[in-house]
């Protein structure tokens, strides 16, 4: 697939609100697309590239490059090219990176040059998110759309999905299935305003404590354990502790969702940023690890001895759970039958506050586990905390690169200059 072509759908996208229109815009791009194209046709509509960071700033780019005349670039060459720049490192790293800067946009039209300036600065703003890519793969293909975001969310990956649609149709999401050892984007909730209002909307339903920790999936296949972040990251090797305590469940091979949180001397919850600090610690693990301890807290079981659970409802897997999980490993929650139980919720959620946590999250008791949703059936419940703001000053820098430039007249320029406010703290 050509640049241009790409370049072209990412603009149009961006000219219209419309979900139905950016929908029918990217299946009749995925239409035209090779599946070779679409795992860098994807991160490139949402802004991202594969290859993460590559190292190349604004000064780089500021540097003016005539144009291609017409349009010979394709989204594989590109993506060739920026492996090639992410790999530059040591001396002279710099100017080789200038260098090749300067040969990829040599040979992109002004057109390009643009999409790939925004592509490079993290600036490309077309709305296309993959909730509408998703809708778009489903409309290409002719598969239904329920069954491709099922796909995705056990695949953890769009790209994969897409890849193995595009080369091999509907029949294809067949083999995504929930496995232990890869992670699945993980059940968020909505807020509620109340629990009165939470319980209003969801009747029976059970009242759980909300943990201010990191979002942890367990995953068990004999000896072996992996952790994940709820954006699917490996985290085995950073938490030990908790590799341990899952290795001595009773179980065998299943997938556990919970949170991972650090308690002080007293069993107070010690502050998010604390126990962040030491999930994201990655040197001298045993020494952080004796410093700041953490344990996990179980709240969901995804799968046990190769039996999919996410379409159970809540009561069927929280026994399932219970049945592997001690008690002190689970989060503690409260069953409530409706709102004349209301008073019993708000009486858990008072305990919970006083015991330090954030608050609850209430989750319908017939549920589904709606992995990589933020499913209408789990509602978090916490108190809100405002700040009345008067700005007293504030200074930007201008937009624009360098005048000559090609891209004087589109690329903004990063803000140069402070902001600096009061603020005052207040209840709501």
């Not at 790293?93 to 260098?99: D, G, I, L, P, T």
């Not at 040599?106 to 077309?126: H, I, N, P, S, Y």
């Not at 209002?197 to 942890?216: F, Y």
């Amino acid at each position: 697939m050509l640049l241009a072509r790409l370049a072209q759908v990412s603009r149009e996208v961006a000219a219209t609100s419309a979900r139905s229109r950016k929908t029918a815009l990217l299946a009749e791009l995925f239409r035209e697309a090779e599946a070779q194209d679409v795992p860098i046709v994807i991160p490139y509509l949402a802004g991202r590239l594969p290859q993460g960071r590559i190292g190349v700033g604004w000064k780089v780019l500021s540097r003016p490059v005539e144009p291609a005349a017409e349009p010979g670039l394709t989204v594989r060459e590109v993506d060739a090219r920026l492996t090639e720049l992410a790999r530059i490192s040591g001396p002279g790293a710099q100017s080789e990176r200038s260098r090749l800067v300067g040969e990829l946009l040599g040979a992109a039209t002004e057109d390009e040059q643009r999409f790939l300036f925004g592509l490079l600065t993290g600036e490309v703003r077309q709305g296309a998110l993959d909730a509408v890519a998703v809708e778009g793969l489903a409309q290409a293909t002719g598969a239904p759309a329920a069954d491709v975001r099922r796909a995705v969310m056990l695949a953890g990956s769009l790209q994969a999905v897409a890849e193995a649609l595009l080369a091999d149709g509907p029949p294809a999401l067949g083999r995504f299935r929930l496995t232990v050892g890869r992670p699945v984007l993980p059940m968020l909730a909505h807020s509620a305003s109340s629990v009165a209002e939470a319980v209003e909307k969801l009747g029976a339903a059970a009242v759980e404590e909300k943990l201010d920790g990191i979002r942890v999936q367990a995953h068990r296949d004999g000896d072996t354990v992996r952790l994940y972040t709820r954006t699917l990251d490996d985290i085995t090797d950073r938490l030990p502790e908790v590799t341990a305590a899952v290795r001595e469940l009773p179980g065998e091979r299943f997938v556990l969702d919970g949170e991972v949180i650090s308690f002080d001397a007293d069993g107070r919850p010690r502050s998010f940023q604390e126990t962040a600090g030491r999930v994201g610690s990655r040197v001298d693990v045993a020494t952080a690890a004796r410093a700041v301890p953490v344990s996990p807290v179980f709240f969901d079981v995804l799968s046990v001895d190769g039996r999919d659970l996410l379409d159970l409802p809540l009561t069927e897997r929280h026994a399932e759970l219970a049945r592997l999980v001690p008690e002190p490993m689970r989060v503690r929650r409260t069953l409530v039958s409706g709102p004349e139980d209301v008073p019993a919720a708000e009486e858990f959620l008072a305990a919970t506050l006083a015991r330090g946590h954030e608050g609850v999250v209430v989750k319908g008791t017939g549920a589904a586990y709606s992995a990589g949703r933020r499913g209408a059936a789990w509602l978090k419940v916490k108190p809100v905390h405002t700040l009345d703001l008067v700005v007293l000053a504030a200074e930007w820098g201008t937009a624009g690169a360098p005048a000559g430039s090609p891209t004087s007249t589109w690329a903004p320029a990063p803000p140069t200059g402070p902001s600096r406010c009061w603020a005052r703290p207040s209840r709501a």
